[in-house]
Nanobody, 117 residues
């Protein structure tokens, strides 16, 4: 059974930091590209950051310089370090694992991040 379990969300003041974790099980983690997405109320889900199996990363313009995605293949875990948080970062953050085209595509259940002004 495949599971992606996010943790680390919570309430933080603007300017603060949070570190999200996504622990994967039931998949060959190292070959999957991993991504963090977010969805704010009334808005579409958007890509925040992604890291491929080789460790290359890309970020949404809105988080460049503030967020860092990383992965630990030994722990089957992907992380999102979020610094200098802003109220507009408030959303449910989801983890996603993808391999190939249509071969493997899994989502976590999400974790709430709330940034107060």
């Amino acid at each position: 059974q495949v599971q992606l379990v996010e943790s680390g969300g919570g309430l933080v003041q603007a300017g603060g930091s949070l570190r999200l974790s996504c622990a994967a099980s039931g998949i060959m983690f190292s070959i999957h590209a991993m991504g963090w997405y977010r969805q704010a109320p009334g808005k579409q889900r958007e890509l925040v950051a992604a890291i491929n199996s080789g460790g290359s990363t890309n970020y949404a313009d809105s988080v460049k310089g503030r967020f860092t995605i990383s992965r630990d293949n030994a722990k089957n875990t992907v992380y999102l370090q979020m610094n200098s948080l802003k109220p507009e970062d408030t959303a449910v953050y989801y983890c996603r694992g993808v391999y190939g085209v249509g071969k493997s595509d899994y989502w976590g259940q999400g974790t709430q991040v709330t940034v107060s002004s």
